[in-house]
T-cell receptor
Framework: NAGVTQTPKFQVLKTGQSMTLQCAQD?????MYWYRQDPGMGLRLIYY???????DKGEVPNGYNVSRLNKREFSLRLESAAPSQTSVYFC?????????????FGPGTRLTVL | AQSVTQLGSHVSVSEGALVLLRCNYS??????LFWYVQYPNQGLQLLLK??????LVKGINGFEAEFKKSETSFHLTKPSAHMSDAAEYFC???????????FGAGTRLAVHP
């Protein structure tokens, strides 16, 4: 049981380049999330997916797109990277849509945009 | 809108001393509250959560937190710090029906001999 996996672990981009961050979970969870972590700001929700086939914006969605490919996979795409998107990105998943469910986090992707 | 405030971005304690990490929340509805821990270069893992059952919640690694509605607080404590407790701790509140978490800014705990 790998839990939540993310690829890549590290990435350096130049301004204007695009890339996709991959996330997969093997816990049969319905809900998946993408967060970014910046110093002094905690984690902020970018997008979430309550179930396969649905996605919704979180607190900071600008500059990002997501795809819920199937129940296991939830990808985050940066179409034209900007230095302000330098951050650590975490994917998480949780069981059905209850406010008390624990979220399980992946190890993160550290992204630097030059 | 719900929000979380963690007082103190850095806390330093001696090994064996009491750990107290503060969290205050703002919510117009009964909140569901969480404490997560992040060890260096790792993802977050759940320490404990309050879901309106008991107000004193026990978690992993000897941590516990008490929900105080009158003070809108959910402070995290551990009677005796261990070197392995050095990490960053995040308080979070669940918003809405889709378990969206609103995180505090985090508190980095240092434990010295």
């Amino acid at each position: 049981n790998a839990g939540v996996t993310q690829t890549p672990k590290f990435q350096v981009l130049k301004t204007g380049q695009s890339m996709t961050l991959q996330c997969a979970q093997d816990m049969n969870h319905n809900s998946m999330y993408w967060y970014r972590q910046d110093p002094g700001m905690g984690l902020r929700l970018i997008y979430y997916s309550a179930s396969e086939g649905t996605t919704d914006k979180g607190e900071v969605p600008n500059g990002y797109n997501v795809s819920r490919l199937n129940k296991r996979e939830f990808s985050l795409r940066l179409e034209s990277a900007a230095p302000s998107q330098t951050s650590v990105y975490f994917c998480a998943s949780s069981p059905p849509r209850a406010s008390t469910d624990t979220q399980y986090f992946g190890p993160g992707t550290r992204l630097t945009v030059l | 809108a719900q929000s979380v405030t963690q007082l103190g971005s850095h806390v330093s304690v001696s090994e064996g001393a009491l750990v107290l990490l503060r969290c205050n929340y703002s919510s117009s509805v009964p909140p569901y509250l969480f404490w997560y821990v992040q060890y260096p270069n790792q993802g977050l893992q759940l320490l404990l959560k309050y879901t309106s059952a008991a107000t004193l919640v026990k978690g992993i690694n000897g941590f516990e937190a008490e929900f105080k509605k009158s003070e809108t607080s959910f402070h995290l404590t551990k009677p005796s710090a261990h070197m392995s407790d050095a990490a960053e701790y995040f308080c979070a509140v669940s918003e809405g029906g889709y378990n969206k978490l609103i995180f505090g800014a985090g508190t980095r705990l240092a434990v010295h001999p």
